[in-house]
C-alpha cells in the first residue's frame, strides 16, 4: 500500500500465519483510517481471530508487516499493543469465576488505581453505554451477556485509539445492541477507529463503513459498505449464494415429550435468579423458543430441565410422561435427552482435552462407547469423524483440542454431537452464538430436521431473528417468570420484547 503515513492508523500488509496442518493467514492485507468502522468477515475458521491476534500481540506473523499511526511496528505482547493504544474484546472471556467484576478488570489495567476509585468508574461507564454491571458481583454468578459486558468495559477503560470488537453483540438485546451501536458511533465520531467482527450482516450494514472479507485465510474483497447488501456480503464470504431456511407446517404429534409443572428452584447464591412456578409443555415435532435478557433465569432453568440442578419433587419434570426430577443428567440422557449449554468451552467442551475425548463424554451410554467397563476408541473416534462430516467442522484433525477450534466450529461439533445421539427431547441454549451465516444455516436446519423427525426440541436464544425463524411457539423468560406460550406466526418482535419486559399479552394470542 503506498499510502501517506498519516492516512491510515492501522497498516497490514502480507500478513501470513500457519500452523501444522492449516494455513490461517497468506498474504492477508487490511487498512483501517482514524474514527472508521472496519469489519473484518469471514466463516468461522476464515482467519479472524488469529489475524486480530497478531494486531494485539498474542501471536506472531510468520511474515508480513504491521503499521501503526504510519510507523512499522513489531507487537509482541498485549502489553505493547495497550502501550500503543489498542484494545480487544474477545469472544471467549478471560475472567476468574471466584473473582469480582472489579477484580477481574484491575488484573488487566496496565496502570493501577484504587479498587474504589476503579468500581465507581466501572460504575459510571457501565451506565453511561447502557451496559449495566455490579462492580462486586463475583463472576462465577453472571450470565455470559453480563460477562461479556465486563470484557467491553475493560477495553473501554483504556480509551484507545483503535478498539477490536470480536462478536460483541452475540448475547446482547437487541436494546443493548443499539445502545452500543450509538456508543461506538459516538467514539467514531470522536476520532477512535473501530475493527469490528461480526456474523450479523444487518448489524455490520447498520454500524460499518468498510469491510475487508477473508475466505480460507485469504483476502478476497475490500469493500464499501454502502455498496453491498448482506446477501452480497454472504455470498462474498461463502464463496456462493447463502440459502435460505426452508420450513414447513409444524408435525406437532400430540404427544407430549417434556412437561415441567410448577418448578421452582432456588438459586444457590443470593445474587443468582430463582425459578417461580415454571410451566412447560413441549410435544413430538415442535421447536419451543424462549427468549430473554441475560441473567434472567436461562441458565437455571437449562440446569433444572438436563438433571445438573435436581428438583425436589420428581413428578415436577416428566420426560415421556415418567418422572425425572430427581434423575441427574446421564440418567436423563439414557431417557432420551441430550442438551448444549450455552457456553461452550468450560461446560460444551473441555478446552485441552481433544474432539474425540469430549464426544465421548456426553455419548458414551446412548451410544455404547464402552467395551467391558473401558473406553472402545475405536468406536468414539468413528462417531466423533461422523460428527465432523454431517456438521462439516472444520478441523484438521480429530485429536486436536476442542480449544484450538473456531468459535462457530466448536459449536456445530458441539450441537452435531448431541444431535448425531437422535434424542428424543433436545434443550439448546443460544445454537447460533457467535457462529457465521453458513454455519447458523447448518444449525437450524439441523434443529428443525430433528423436530421433524419427531423429537421436542427446545431453543433458549437472546437472538429474537432466529427465535421467530425457527421456533412453533415462543414464550419469554422474565425475573425468573416464564410467560405464557404463543404461536410464533402470530407474534412480532415487538411483542416478544414485550413479554421479555414480563408484559402479559392480551388472552386472546395465548396458546
Keep these: 500500500m503506498s499510502k501517506k503515513n498519516s492516512e491510515y492508523l492501522l497498516e497490514l500488509e502480507g500478513m501470513r500465519k500457519a500452523f501444522p496442518g492449516v494455513l490461517a493467514n497468506d498474504d492477508v492485507g487490511l487498512a483501517i483510517k482514524p474514527g472508521e468502522v472496519h469489519a473484518l468477515l469471514g466463516e468461522n475458521g476464515a482467519g479472524k481471530s488469529t489475524l486480530v491476534k497478531m494486531i494485539y500481540g498474542i501471536l506472531q506473523p510468520d511474515s508480513g508487516t504491521i503499521k501503526f499511526n504510519g510507523k512499522p511496528m513489531k507487537i509482541l505482547a498485549p502489553a505493547q499493543a495497550r502501550e500503543l493504544g489498542i484494545a480487544m474484546v474477545f469472544q471467549h472471556f478471560s475472567l476468574f469465576d471466584s473473582l469480582t467484576v472489579v477484580e477481574n478488570i484491575s488484573l488487566g489495567m496496565d496502570h ?68 452500543l451501536f450509538e456508543t461506538l458511533k459516538r467514539l467514531s465520531s470522536e476520532g477512535m477507529s473501530i475493527l469490528y467482527i461480526s456474523h450479523k450482516l444487518d448489524e455490520i450494514k447498520a454500524l460499518c463503513h468498510h469491510a475487508t472479507i477473508l475466505r480460507l485465510g485469504r483476502k478476497v474483497a475490500s469493500v464499501n459498505i454502502d455498496e453491498e447488501s448482506p446477501q452480497t456480503l454472504a455470498a462474498m464470504m461463502m464463496g456462493e449464494e447463502l440459502q435460505t431456511l426452508q420450513r414447513g407446517e409444524a408435525v406437532n404429534s400430540g404427544q407430549v415429550r417434556l412437561e415441567v409443572a410448577g418448578l421452582n428452584v432456588t438459586a444457590a447464591d443470593p445474587l443468582g435468579i430463582s425459578l417461580k412456578d415454571i410451566h412447560l409443555q413441549i410435544c413430538a415435532g415442535e421447536v419451543v423458543g424462549i427468549a430473554g435478557v441475560a441473567g434472567n433465569g436461562q441458565d437455571e432453568l437449562l440446569a433444572a430441565l438436563n438433571g445438573e440442578t435436581r428438583v425436589r419433587e420428581a413428578a415436577t419434570i416428566l420426560l415421556e410422561g415418567k418422572p425425572a426430577g430427581r434423575l441427574g443428567p446421564n440418567e436423563r440422557r439414557l431417557a432420551g435427552m441430550a442438551s448444549v449449554p450455552e457456553k461452550r468451552l468450560g461446560h460444551g467442551a473441555v478446552p485441552d482435552m481433544s474432539l474425540v475425548d469430549n464426544a465421548f463424554l456426553t455419548a458414551f451410554r446412548r451410544m455404547r462407547l464402552l467395551r467391558h467397563g473401558l473406553i472402545d476408541y475405536a468406536r468414539t473416534r468413528q462417531f466423533c469423524e461422523q460428527v465432523i462430516r454431517d456438521f462439516s467442522v472444520k478441523t484438521p484433525d480429530a485429536q486436536v483440542p476442542a480449544e484450538s477450534l473456531s468459535g462457530g466450529n466448536l459449536q456445530k461439533f458441539i450441537i452435531g454431537r448431541e ?74 418482535v415487538e411483542k416478544v420484547g414485550l413479554l421479555m419486559a414480563g408484559v402479559t399479552l392480551e388472552q386472546e394470542y395465548a396458546a
Excluded at 451477556?145 to 460483541?168: N, T
Excluded at 427465535?467 to 414464550?475: A, C, F, Q, V
Aim: contains cysteine.
Design 419 to 492: 444431535l448425531d445421539q437422535n434424542p428424543e427431547i433436545l434443550l439448546v441454549s443460544q445454537p447460533t452464538w457467535g457462529v457465521d451465516a453458513g454455519a447458523a444455516l447448518t444449525i437450524r436446519r439441523a434443529l428443525r430436521e430433528r423436530a421433524a423427525k419427531g423429537a421436542a426440541v427446545l431453543v433458549i436464544s437472546q437472538d429474537l431473528d432466529e427465535l421467530m425463524e425457527i421456533t412453533d411457539r415462543i414464550g419469554a423468560l422474565c425475573g425468573g417468570h416464564l410467560s405464557a406460550f404463543y404461536p410464533t406466526r402470530e407474534m412480532t
Design 112 to 179: 493501577q488505581s484504587s479498587m474504589e476509585k476503579l468500581a465507581a468508574r466501572i460504575t459510571e461507564l457501565s451506565e453511561r453505554y447502557g451496559l449495566p454491571l455490579d462492580p462486586h458481583r463475583h463472576v462465577y454468578t453472571l450470565s455470559v451477556g453480563e460477562r461479556q459486558r465486563i470484557e467491553i468495559i475493560r477495553c473501554l477503560l483504556q480509551q484507545p485509539k483503535l478498539l477490536v470488537m470480536d462478536e460483541p453483540t452475540s448475547v446482547l438485546t437487541p436494546q443493548e445492541v443499539d445502545k
